[in-house]
């Protein structure tokens, strides 16, 4: 850990072997100009060969800002969230707003005093802004307003609840009443811990606000563009919808209701999608969301987030 100024606000870095995409990340915090002290907490969650620790390190020795970097062995996605959001709230004990960007991300200029600014205006529990996506690859129209690709979006305003953590603010009560281990270790391997977490919070009764002017841009390589990649990520979306559902409070009867009416519904959807589009890929959506709903329920479940032996 490094720096003794008061800090109101931490940002969380889980990164997995990205270094040179964490570097790109590191340089836009470090560009923000919010008007009060801020920290960054990086959690490496390869513990074989940990080079983004190393970057990190090596980025914060050349810049003024407090830091704390962890190598998290237990491998996955929720520990390494969790992990960067336990350290950070024990390390810096001042502060109130905890944060978090992902290492295939950069904030854009404002980002951090828009946010919590907005907390701190609204009293807001929570606050999520926009996720623009920029295509490292050539993508068809189509491909670019997959449902995948898209965030919420609008005017600022108070909203039901966030589904994803790229680009989040969390009150330090929120962690102290939701309690550890603050994502489900059951999406450890799949994903989908975020959602069950805002799900959770939504329950609560913790208010979320959307914050317009909150701006994150997200890279998408070629390979995340390739159909398999999208329709696997489909299921995968299904099968998280379905374990959140059942985690929190759906019978088993009235899920595998809801998966047929799903299942029912998509068919039409994924007309209108190829009618629209003219497109396969995005008009498959609908119905593999569903068909994942069903492998869930079945206990068939994706692991994108499980490492592999090689890096």
Request: proline fraction near 5%.
């Amino acid at each position: 850990m490094a720096g003794d100024a008061k800090i109101d606000a931490v940002v969380c870095i889980p990164t997995f072997r990205r270094p040179d995409w964490l570097a790109r990340t590191l340089k836009s915090l470090a560009e923000q100009a919010p008007g009060f002290g801020f920290a960054i907490v990086v959690v490496d969650n390869d513990a074989r060969d940990p080079l983004g620790a190393k970057l990190a390190r090596d980025f914060f020795s050349s810049h003024d800002i407090p830091n704390a970097v962890f190598v998290e062995e237990n491998q996955g996605n929720c520990f390494a969230i969790n992990r960067a959001f336990g350290e950070a709230l024990d390390a810096f004990p001042e502060a109130d707003c905890f944060l978090m960007i992902d290492d295939d991300e950069i904030a854009l200029p404002g980002w951090l005093a828009e946010m919590v600014g907005l907390a701190r205006e609204t009293g807001a529990d929570i606050v999520g802004g926009p996720v623009f996506r920029v295509f490292e690859g050539q993508a068809p129209q189509a491909i670019r307003q997959h449902q995948l690709f898209i965030s919420i979006n609008g005017a600022t305003r108070e909203i039901d609840q966030l589904h994803g953590s790229g680009n989040c603010l969390i009150r330090r009560h929120v962690f102290g009443r939701l309690g550890a281990p603050f994502f489900d270790l059951r999406f450890n391997y799949l994903g989908g811990g975020d959602m069950d977490f805002f799900t959770r919070c939504r329950k609560a009764g913790y208010r979320t606000y959307w914050c317009a002017g909150a701006q994150i841009n997200e890279f998408v390589p070629a390979e995340r563009i390739s159909a398999r990649f999208l329709m696997t990520r489909s299921i995968r979306t299904g099968s998280i919808n379905y374990l959140v559902d059942r985690k929190n409070g759906l019978s088993a009867v009235a899920a595998i209701l809801k998966n047929a009416i799903s299942l029912g519904l998509s068919v039409g959807r994924s007309l209108a999608v190829l009618f629209r589009t003219g497109h396969l890929i995005p008009a498959s959506h609908p119905f593999l969301v569903s068909v994942g709903r069903f492998f869930a329920a079945f206990g068939f479940l994706p692991a994108p987030y499980k490492a592999s032996d090689k890096p």
